[in-house]
């Protein structure tokens, strides 16, 4: 433990000290990119599975008697790369599938080649790990046993929730875009009654240039998002329904749709427009 904090230590210093030297703006954000990396590895050290799992309420999981059908329409609904697999219930984890391996199937039955498809047969391992279990120790299990899936259970079996490897990579190295997240460009609606639907990575200084307010302080300077600074106003991941009030400009941010890791759209109100229309 002491080697690794030394090392951190050394890393942080030599990221400020070329900060110091090096004036480009190109340098700048490496340097605090790096900055980044080197606090997410020091957060994640203190987080334990169940702070960076997916919620049971929030897990996709295909029932091993679903047809080959019924899993491609889950999947279009809700697009993932893996998605775990239960038995009797969700507390009856008995696996996981990837999607490519689903393609594969279903290229398979088109062509012929394959006269039935039974899920058991394209089903992967998964670990099963306790809530407590550090986020690191994690990480390495994961790469050990060569699983892209841990499934979190309590003391009595029964399922908390699930973490991919990505997701615990992104606690380190930030966010992760991959061929199933949105390429749609983000978005910004004005609505009749002056209110905004806003993407989360909608970017901060158009939105504030478009709003003719600024809200931005030193603290979140280096925020590039909509969905970032509300995040950083909160001080954590905001749940939906939640109301996040930012007092100095008398905005309110609506969290209308997110995910542990995310916010990905929100409603913003002008509180002193809507003042004005009441008065």
């Not at 507390?91 to 398979?108: E, R, W, Y």
């Not at 299990?141 to 029964?158: K, N, P, Q, Y």
């Amino acid at each position: 433990m002491k080697n690794i904090i030394s090392n951190i230590k050394i890393a942080l210093n030599y990221i400020m000290k070329r900060s110091l030297n090096n004036e480009s703006k190109k340098d700048k954000l490496a340097s605090i990119n790096e900055t980044e990396m080197i606090n997410n590895v020091i957060k994640a050290r203190g987080l334990n599975a169940d702070d960076v799992m997916v919620p049971r309420a929030d897990m996709v999981c295909l029932a091993k008697n679903f047809s080959l059908e019924t899993i491609i329409e889950t999947i279009n609904k809700a697009p993932h790369t893996r998605y775990a697999v239960s038995g009797e219930d969700t507390d009856d984890i008995l696996g996981m599938i990837h999607i490519k391996d689903v393609l594969t199937a279903f290229s398979k039955i088109s062509n012929g080649e394959a006269k039935k498809f039974d899920i058991k047969d394209i089903i992967r391992p998964v670990i099963f790990v306790a809530p407590s279990m550090g986020a690191m120790d994690l990480l390495l299990s994961l790469r050990v046993e060569g699983v892209h899936l841990a499934i979190v259970v309590d003391e009595h079996g029964g399922t908390d929730g699930q973490i991919n490897l990505e997701d615990l990579v992104e606690e380190v190295i930030g966010d992760i875009r991959d061929e199933l997240d949105s390429s749609i460009e983000p978005t910004c609606e004005t609505m009749p009654d002056g209110s905004y639907i806003v993407d989360g990575r909608y970017d901060l200084e158009e939105l504030q240039a478009l709003m003719d307010i600024v809200w931005q302080d030193n603290n979140t300077e280096d925020i590039d998002t909509v969905g970032g600074f509300v995040m950083a106003l909160a001080g954590r991941m905001p749940i939906v329904g939640e109301v996040i009030q930012h007092e100095p400009t008398q905005l309110e941010f609506h969290i209308t749709d997110a995910d542990p890791r995310r916010i990905s759209r929100l409603r913003i109100v002008n509180k002193k427009i809507e003042y004005t229309k009441n008065k």
